[in-house]
């Protein structure tokens, strides 16, 4: 003979479930209300997206290989991304840590092997970066060409600038 009868089984499905809501119910009153509080949103203000176009100006020279440090430096820029130039040398995004982007610097480098007539000379867009601003201030930027080399691997004299891209 089972002591399973429906009575009991009822009488034991009957004690689990006040025995669950009792534990439930103590959970939510003895728990810090501090825990049961949604902890408020951190007001940073309106946030926009923007665009810096980075250049190399290799005067004369074929540019094959660059490397440059690109910061901002007051703190309400975030880096999002990183895209490649307009020369079909440097149209591919360039090597950078994407760790480092999380700290508002990366440095960004890229290199090719083709031939001088195939590569960029003059002034030349090697790389956009995409920021996130918080807020209404002007971001400051800092960049610096590190180094800059010819198809022989040769230092070349060139010059870094940049140029934030207006919104339309």
Not at 13 to 28: A, I, Q, R, Y
Request: glycine share 4%; hydrophobic share 40%; with cysteine.
């Amino acid at each position: 003979m089972s002591i399973w009868t429906p009575a009991n089984r009822h009488h034991f499905s009957f004690f689990c479930f006040n025995v669950l809501t009792l534990l439930t119910l103590l959970t939510l009153l003895l728990r810090p209300a501090t825990l049961c509080a949604q902890q408020p949103a951190r007001e940073e203000g309106p946030s926009r997206f923007s665009a810096v176009d980075i250049y190399v100006d290799s005067k004369s020279a074929p540019l094959a290989a660059y490397q440059i440090e690109f910061s901002a430096t007051n703190g309400i820029a975030k880096i999002v991304g990183i895209e490649g130039g307009d020369s079909a040398a440097f149209h591919e995004p360039p090597f950078y840590d994407t760790k480092a982007i999380q700290h508002e610097r990366v440095i960004i480098a890229a290199f090719n092997t083709a031939t001088a007539d195939k590569l960029p000379s003059g002034k030349t867009r090697i790389a956009t970066i995409h920021l996130q601003i918080t807020g209404d201030a002007t971001p400051q930027f800092q960049l610096t060409l590190q180094v800059a080399a010819n198809p022989d691997g040769n230092r070349i004299f060139a010059d870094a600038t940049f140029e934030e891209r207006k919104s339309e």
